[in-house]
């Protein structure tokens, strides 16, 4: 399945940003983008649409078996938004404990159409079994890291250290993004350049700290689209043209 999975140990680090962005680039960049939101914050619809809400969203198509074509909303630069949507305890349980594997395959299958299509999610942090589900399911799982001292303490230990292994020939399937760099300041220099001499094959590229992404978030909006020149939104036009080469060898891919 083209999907594409954001993810991280860690919250806060960038995730929802990062899904948004990559989804607006890929889908300027010619891809037909469906992104789904399965972190029940349900932040990913701030800035990737303006649509009036009805609140519905995966929670509530789940808990009454409604397709999640229902829930879509049109969202920036013409791609499809699927929102967690509106929740009640209840129905965010009823949600982890119904959407196994193979209900899960199924819904996010019912969202394609065309040979173009990418799906991308955002996720809730850690590594919970939604998680799990949907990495078992991905074609490519993008971990978000910060260029700091607590993201990097992280990396030996996650998933049996798989950061750190070469990448497999081929299509590595779990890529990771440091984001926040920060050539100002000398630890982010030191990770981000030790990151690229030792670790070049898992890290799929490292996004700029810069307030033009959480600019354009505050306002609603994606630096692919209120600031497409600044250095961030040039970082990541680069890794989603990276992720679009990568979804286009299917020999390769999962
Ligand atoms: N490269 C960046 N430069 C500057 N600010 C950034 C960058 N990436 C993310 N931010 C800001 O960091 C904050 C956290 O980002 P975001 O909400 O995307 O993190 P998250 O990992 O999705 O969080 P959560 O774990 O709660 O889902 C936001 O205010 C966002 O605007
Ligand atoms: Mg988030």
């Known amino acids: 399945m083209p999907l594409i999975v954001v993810a991280s140990p860690k919250g806060g680090v960038g995730k929802t940003t990062i899904a948004a962005n990559l989804a607006v680039a890929l889908q300027q960049q010619g891809r037909r983008v469906t992104a789904v939101d399965f972190d029940s914050q349900d932040a990913l619809k701030f800035l990737l649409t303006d649509d009036p809400q009805q609140g519905l969203g995966i929670a ?3 808990a009454t078996g409604r397709p999640w074509t229902d829930a879509a909303l049109p969202g920036r630069a013409g791609l499809r938004l ?3 949507g509106e929740s ?8 982890k404990a119904v959407l196994d594997e193979d209900a899960l395959a199924y819904a996010l299958g019912g969202l394609l159409e065309t040979d173009d299509d990418i799906l991308l999610v955002d996720t809730a942090p850690g590594e919970g079994r939604l998680q799990a589900r949907l990495e078992a399911l991905a074609d ?3 971990i978000v890291l910060l260029a700091d001292a607590g993201s990097m303490a992280l990396v030996p230990n996650y998933r049996d250290g798989l950061l750190l292994r070469p990448a497999n020939k081929g299509l590595p399937e779990t890529l990771a993004i440091l984001n926040q760099v920060d050539p100002r300041r000398r630890l982010s220099r030191d990770i981000s350049q030790f990151i690229a001499e030792h670790h070049g094959g898992r890290f799929i590229g490292e996004v700029h700290y810069d307030e033009a992404l959480s600019e354009a978030a505050a306002c609603g909006q994606t630096a692919m689209e209120a600031a497409p020149d600044t250095l961030s939104a040039r970082d990541i036009q680069a890794v989603a043209a990276k992720l679009d080469q990568l979804l286009r060898i299917p020999a390769q891919v999962g």
């Open 60 to 62: 509530r198509c789940v």
């Open 82 to 84: 699927i929102p967690y």
């Open 140 to 142: 490519i799982q993008v």
């Open 88 to 95: 009640t305890p209840a129905e965010r349980l009823h949600l």
